[in-house]
Structures are given as structure tokens and as C-alpha cells.
């Protein structure tokens, strides 16, 4: 139960602040159905060849539209090569067995994500190990990096979870000086920045999803990007069944490049093209809606803005989810209850990640495949898995006291941005222990401490 009684509240029978419904992510116009329309009167939907034969237009690089989407990708990018595929897990997987990981490895991964991005060992026998992540960027901390690396460690999945960029200068260290693999994962972080460089060009491998929610998207799909032309290789023989084309073309080490088949369409190109053509404009949007939603925020000791606090200019988050830290100490307002009370106005918060990956049932029970595998491999008996609960103690706080919000982009608008300010100044004004520290901060004009 809400603890306000305050009749005003929706929760408690008031009016809310919005009857609207949200809109949903729609970043499709003219442009893609056009697009579209141009594959679908040329009648083929895909031109991949499993083999290095026949010449165009069957090829095993893809048909026009994936080659166009890949050299946009990397004129955008400013990288030498990009790779599609028909989703970032696919292209996680690849990206892991073009690294050529297997088992006996250890793979650093970051708890406060999606399931993928630590699958992605798991499938080529490799065994995640768990650092923790920053508060403020939700994103893998170096310092805990560093603490979990081993003689076995051979690579390092760094997530810009939420559209940040992680603190890439201190991890690329670290992956030089132990002779790690960096593989980032931009599913969520199109367009942003780290120092005024792409996220997706500093490691070895960027990966990037198209689903259906993303920033751009193309239904389901992905993209790898590298500029280490032996890497691009390797993706595009684990891309497209791999296997048939090695001797043919003379490619000796076949480790990983087992038959599978992660071919993006024609079709999912020529629309992936044009939302390439449009993510800035719906960057800038994402970036406008989070900063209002922060500074309004940071009135709120209660409430703790998410921000990278690499203190440059060049490092820009895209926000895919804006989320802000909620402090419940002493409020007797427990998350659940205060999303509850906001969600009642009209609202559409969540609570992000509630628990980290390696709570879930397969790690705890360490069965990914039969027989316990990859765990119960002979050369992964050395490793040291850290599966317990308190091994990430800043991802367990955060599984608890996140709150996010997805609508932060069009086709929403500033004024459906202002309405969400004005549902939280209603919930949070009526709480008597929030209202004093609100009107102490006003008072002395500074921020949320
Ligand atoms: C951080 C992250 N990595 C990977 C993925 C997987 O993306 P896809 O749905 O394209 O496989 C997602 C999707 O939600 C994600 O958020």
C-alpha cells in the first residue's frame, strides 16, 4: 500500500496526470517503406551464398543492400569494417567464436545486462566470470575488472548498457596489459560516445542490435563492426555456414567456424539503411527528454540522476532507457510502491534489471547444456565461478533501486516529458519526509547532494 493517503493521488482514487497511452518505439516513415518496396519488386529477399560461388549476385559477402547497409555503417562509424547479422546475439556469438574462445576460458562479463551477453561464452564452452559495475553508469568498473582477471581470462564483454558509454580508456588498458580481447556491446548505445569516439570502434569487435526496440531497428537484426580485416573474416565465415567455405577459400584455422546460418535480409538492409540515415535526429530527442527528466529529478535527494561522470563533453550517453537510482532510506516508500504510485498517474516506469545474471537459475544451477556443460568440461575445473550472491554488490544495489523509463524518444514530445516531471512532483511532494528536503535544496538553490 502507498503510504500517502492524499486523496489528490490517482493510486488513492484521484485524477491522473495522463490518460494517453505511450506510443510505441516507431522509427519507421516513408523513407523505409520505399526502401522496402524497392526489394520487394526486385523479388529477392536475400542473395547470400553459402560458398565463395557463383560470382554476384548470389555472394557469400550478401546482396546490395547488405553491402550498402555495411559500408553506411562504416562511413557512419568511422570504422573499416561492419558485419551484418540477424540479431547481437547472434552477433555476440559470432564475435566470441571469431575471437576464438573456447573452453579452459574465462570470459569477464558485466551482471547488470541482458542474458546474451554473458550466453555468448557459455556456447563456445567458455565459463563468464562476473565484475561489478558502476553506479552511476550501470556499466563494468574497471577496478573490478582488474580484480577478476586470471592466467584464463581472454576477453572482457563490456556492455554501454542503457545507451552509456562505459569507461573504455582504463578497460582498454587493462586488455593491453594482459593481453585480453575487448568485445563491446552497443545493442543499446547507437550513436554514442566515449571521448568523442564511437562506442563499437574502440574495442576488437562492437556489436549492435536492430530489434524491434532499439534506437533503429529493423524488426530483428545486428551489426558487428571491427577494423582487423582477419576478425571481419572470421565473423563472416561464423555468419554464413562457414564451414563449406574454409578450404575453398584457403582458410586454415576452422576453429569456431561451425555451420551457422546469422543472415540479415535484403529487405531488413534496406530499411536498416534509412534508419541509419535518421539516428541522430532520434538521438538528439533521447538525449533533450533525459536531460529535462534529470535536472527535474535531481531536485529529489531521493532520486539519483544516472550519468557518466567521465567529466568531458565528449562522452555522450543516448539514453535507450533513461533510468535514475531511488533511494528509499527512511521514506518507509519502498520502489515497488513508488512506481506503483507514478504508474497510477499515467505513467509507464519499471524497474530495470531486478536481479543480476548470475542469480538466475543457469548459473546458479550451472546447466547450460546436457551434462552440465560448459562447466562441467575437465578444462573448466580450475575456474573459479563467482555465482553467489554479494559477488556484485553495485549490481545488487541497483537491481533494487533502479527505476527506468523507455519513453524517453519520439514520437513522444517535450510536453510528454513535462507531464512526467509534473507526475513525479505530484507522488514525491506528497510524501511529508521528501517535500523538506526538496524545499531545503530549493531553498539554498543547490543540487541533490
Ligand atoms: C545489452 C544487450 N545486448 C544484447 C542484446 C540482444 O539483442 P538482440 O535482440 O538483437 O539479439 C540486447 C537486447 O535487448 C541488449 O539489450
Redesign the pocket.
Known sequence: MFPCNDPKLAINGGAPVRVARWAENLTLGEEETRAACEVLAGGRLSLFEGSHQPEPPFSFWGGPWIQRLEQAWCDYYGCRYAVTVN????G?YASVGALGIGYGDEVIVSPH??S??AACALVYGAVPIFADVQLDTACLDPDSITAHITPRTRAIVV?H?FGTPADMDPIMALARQHGLKVIE?C??AHGARYKGRYVGTIGDIGVF???V?KTIQTG???LCTTNDPELRYRLALIRNHGEAVVEAAGYEDITNIVGFNYRLTELQAAIGLEQLRRLDYFNRARIQYADLLNTALSRYSCCVPMVPGYGDAKSVSTFYVFNFRYLDEGLGVPRAALIAALNAEGMCFGPGYTAPLYLQPLYQRKLAFKHGYPFAAPENQLIETNYFPGACSKAELLAGQVISCEAVRLPHTLADMHQIVEAVDKVLSCLSNVAPSLARKQASGSPAA
Open positions: 540479431s547481437a546475439t547472434s555476440l545486462t541482458m546474451a551477453c556492455v548498457q556491446d545493442a543499446q542490435s536492430l530489434n526496440n530483428e537484426g545486428g
